[in-house]
């Protein structure tokens, strides 16, 4: 690091968890963020103030003013923008040395399994099951560590998938692809606008403490948040053997 980064990064460097080993490995890292909305602007943000040294953000959509009462990542001037080209620019105002490439299109398994193999974690920020089994899928084939997030009306719960040890559950061993899951969308059911930014403040600090080799100890955990009562609840997640996605049986 250089006499500029040593004085950005100082408060890391103090950390005895981190010091200037851990920041490096921030500065080396690769970080996959799929989703630039509620969840991905406070995901991006941090990792790119904390100094990952590259962000990849996945989004297909474009910033529309009801975005704005929680995706922080965005402004009035960048309505109409893509997602991804607007949280690029937001990154850009904090820390202009972090390298952001948005990919504006969808994350379909083709383009994962582009982009996944070359990221040292994932960041699940998007709203949907269907795309959130492909990421999951993309992530166990290529033995990537997924940071699972979701947050909708009061409710936010987190979770962390390493398939890198073995035991871990993945995301279809809790949510499996068959499952007759209800889709909720925060455009038809609401979200209370600080919870999009607690659960992805919390989903940043576990990439990050994966990044730097803290690892992370909700890893086969899941998280679950009330944001009513400000309540937290985690219970275990046991590995499905039978899971089709990451079961034995089937690998």
Do not use: W
Not at 168 to 191: I, K, L, Q
């Amino acid at each position: 690091m250089n006499d500029a980064q040593l004085l950005r990064y100082s408060r890391h460097i103090l950390l005895n968890e981190l010091g200037v080993e851990g920041q490096e490995r921030l500065l080396a890292s690769h970080a996959l963020v799929i989703g630039a909305g509620g969840l991905g602007s406070p995901v991006a943000l941090y990792l790119g103030s904390a100094g990952v040294g590259r962000i990849t953000v996945v989004d297909h959509d474009v910033v529309d003013e009801t975005n704005l009462q929680r995706q922080i990542a965005h402004n009035l001037a960048r309505v109409g923008s893509p997602k991804a080209a607007s949280v690029r620019e937001a990154v850009a105002a904090i820390n202009p040395d972090v390298i952001v490439t948005p990919m504006i299109q969808r994350a379909d398994a083709a383009l994962l399994d582009a982009l996944v193999p070359d990221a040292d974690v994932v960041i699940d920020c998007t709203d949907n099951f269907a795309t959130r089994h492909t990421i999951n899928r993309a992530c166990v084939r290529h033995h990537k560590p997924l940071v699972s997030g979701a947050a909708i009306r009061m409710d936010g719960q987190l979770s962390v998938f390493d398939q890198r040890t073995p035991g871990n559950p993945c995301y279809a061993c809790v949510f499996p692809e068959t499952s007759d899951v209800e889709e909720t969308r925060c455009a038809t059911m609401g979200v209370f606008a600080p919870l999009v930014g607690i659960v992805g403040t919390m989903q940043a600090a576990e990439a990050l403490k994966l990044l730097t080799g803290l690892g992370s100890r909700l890893t086969g955990q899941l998280l679950m948040i009330d944001g009513r009562d400000m309540a937290f609840n985690q219970i275990a997640l046991p590995q499905n053997p039978l899971c089709a996605v990451c079961g034995h049986p089937h690998r």
